[in-house]
């Protein structure tokens, strides 16, 4: 065990005092993943995941004292169900560090090399970012898949999760970092902040030269709040106003399948989809709808859908705009594939937009046309997910231009640098 391993920063109290400490503690860490082999990182997660499986119990009695605190707060059935841990969810976080172990190591591994006329050798390799900062909400599986995905990466990482998971996050930390230990790492390399209060969040953000980059993952009023204050970059994760448009060459089967999967699979997921828009030209939008409310799902139409159904209510001029993380979801007719890229456009929040088509020239013009992080033909948003992309896990879903976009995982928690490799050449 290192000797260093259990050491812990001082309690909570003076938040930037407490944040300063653990990024201190991080950036020795981070220093010393950078160089750590990448069997030992791999090793060192394997006993993490064998940690949380052999403390199941111990989390599944945390996550239910965090899901009795949501029921009586009122929290809502998509956010409880985002919250809850079961022994099959539990062992499929166990499971998704182990597939993080097994991917391919991006630290120092080789992006392109080149040879210039003047005999100088140069290569781009991937290293890690340093110490990352995940900012969270109610999701205790983030605790677990950021920790994993960072430490492969060669990250030291800094957790801080929501104040509804605060038992289960700390249940699968402390698994975490035993198991880290027990494999001869510091569990400085994964800490997790040991307070609620708020101010440790503004610490978090304005720890320039300690937190190299800022992730956060949750609702409007997080992302809104760290873009705000942050003095280190930001990973942004922004909402998922996601579109599923039925094309006029759809396969009835397939819209009405992928319809009611890409909405009530999961409501609470960042992959659900919000808005449903059908083409005038499609012959059977009834079946959509029947569906819908066949799976329990309430359906906010505008004039065009409300007219066919009793069970639509008719949509306000918000709903376009809404990500529902609920049971509701919104759909509208639109002329043709124009008409929906139109309605993309001035809606989607760039996350995940899906087209049902058998039309193969459509698809390609959609799949060109929708400037989103994922764009999907015949297939349910719901697939917006690292683990279905073969990452493992993921960090979240990065919808803006810079670093990363789409499933952040491994690559997306390295950047890379220059090596120039000469026999003396001078520059006249």
């Known amino acids: 065990m290192n000797a260093d391993a259990l050491t812990a920063p001082p309690l ?79 062992g499929g976080i ?20 080149v040879t210039r006329p003047n005999g100088l050798v140069l290569s781009r390799v991937r290293v890690p970012l340093g110490v990352v900062g995940i900012i969270y909400e109610s999701r205790p599986n983030v605790t677990a898949d950021a920790a994993a ?54 610490a978090m953000l304005r720890a320039q030269g300690l937190i190299d980059i800022i992730i956060p993952r949750g609702g409007k009023g997080l992302v809104a709040r760290v873009q705000d204050e942050a003095r280190v970059p930001v990973l942004a994760h922004l909402d998922g106003i ?87 979801v919104s759909v509208a007719v639109v002329d043709g594939l124009s008409g929906a890229l139109a309605h993309i456009d001035a809606h989607s929040s760039r996350h995940t937009d899906a087209i049902v088509t058998e039309d193969a020239a459509t698809a390609e013009r959609f799949l060109t046309g929708v400037d989103s992080a994922i764009v999907m033909h015949n297939a349910s948003t719901q697939f917006a997910d690292g683990g279905e992309f073969g990452l493992g896990a993921e960090i979240g879903i990065a919808t803006g231009r810079l670093h990363a976009r789409g499933p952040v995982a491994l690559e997306g928690l390295t950047t890379y640098k220059w090596l120039v490799r000469g026999n003396g050449q001078t520059r006249t």
């Open 12 to 90: 909570p109290g003076d938040a930037a005092a407490l944040i300063a400490d653990m990024g201190a503690h991080a950036r020795v860490a981070a220093k010393r993943l950078a160089l750590t082999p990448t069997a030992d990182k791999a090793a060192a997660l394997v006993a993490a995941a064998a940690a949380i499986r052999a403390r199941a119990a111990e989390i599944l009695a945390a996550n239910a004292e965090d899901m009795a605190a949501g029921q009586k707060n009122g929290l809502s059935a998509a956010m409880l169900d985002r919250l809850r841990l079961d022994e099959g969810r539990l």
């Open 94 to 113: 166990a499971d998704a560090i182990d597939a993080v172990a097994a991917l391919p190591d991006p630290a120092s591994s080789e992006i392109d090399r």
């Open 149 to 202: 995905l960072g430490l492969m990466a060669g990250n030291a990482v800094i957790l801080r999760g929501g104040s509804e998971a605060v038992h289960s996050n700390r249940a699968l930390h402390a698994a975490f970092a035993a198991g880290l230990v027990e494999a001869g790492l510091s569990a400085d390399a994964v800490q997790l902040v040991p307070t609620q209060d708020r101010a440790a969040v503004g």
């Open 242 to 328: 996601n579109h599923l448009y039925i094309d006029g060459a759809a396969d009835p089967a397939k819209a009405v399948a992928l319809a009611v999967n890409a909405k009530m699979r999961r409501t609470g997921v960042c992959g659900a989809t919000e808005t449903i828009l059908i083409d005038r030209a499609y012959p059977a939008p009834l079946a959509i709808i029947d569906a819908l409310v066949a799976a329990g799902c309430e359906v906010r139409g505008d004039k065009v859908i409300a007219a066919l159904s009793p069970h639509v209510e008719a949509a306000s001029a918000g709903d376009w705009d809404c990500e529902y993380l609920d049971a509701i």
